[in-house]
């Protein structure tokens, strides 16, 4: 099984660009995995941001950042990158990478029995 640890996290003004990058751990690899992110802000329900096969050729994005945010791969960093533009408060939330085994970008969280400790992303001025 994959062991997943997300970086990149951070302060960003409203209106900026981040990026948060999912690597996989402790020698596993994210070959073969359909991969997703979500955010969870304080008090909320965690939230479908974003995810991509396990070839690469189709991504899904939630209501919320398309438009905003693109998700690629690259296998052979082991890595995948969630690039955030056009940031806003709302986007404040920490972020959580996962993944599954069948390929399934359903945006739902039950999808994914995979997950990263999550990073911090916060939109302030």
């Known amino acids: 099984q994959v062991q997943l640890v997300e970086s990149g996290g951070g302060l960003v003004q409203p209106g900026g660009s981040l990026r948060v990058s999912c690597s996989a751990s402790g020698g596993t690899t994210i070959t073969g995995y359909a991969m997703g992110w979500f955010r969870q802000a304080s008090g909320k329900a965690r939230e479908f941001v974003a995810a991509?096969?396990?070839?690469?050729?189709?991504?899904s994005y939630g209501d919320s950042v398309l438009g905003r945010f693109r998700l690629s791969r690259d296998d052979a960093k082991n890595t995948v990158l969630l690039e955030m533009n056009n940031l806003t408060p709302e986007d404040t939330a920490i972020y959580y990478c996962?993944?599954?085994?069948?390929?399934?970008?359903?945006?739902?969280?039950?999808?994914?029995?995979?997950w990263g400790q999550g990073s911090q992303v916060t939109v302030s001025s």
């Open positions: 996962a993944a599954n085994a069948y390929n399934s970008i359903a945006n739902g969280v039950s999808t994914y029995p995979y």
């Open positions: 991509i096969t396990s070839s690469g050729a189709t991504t």
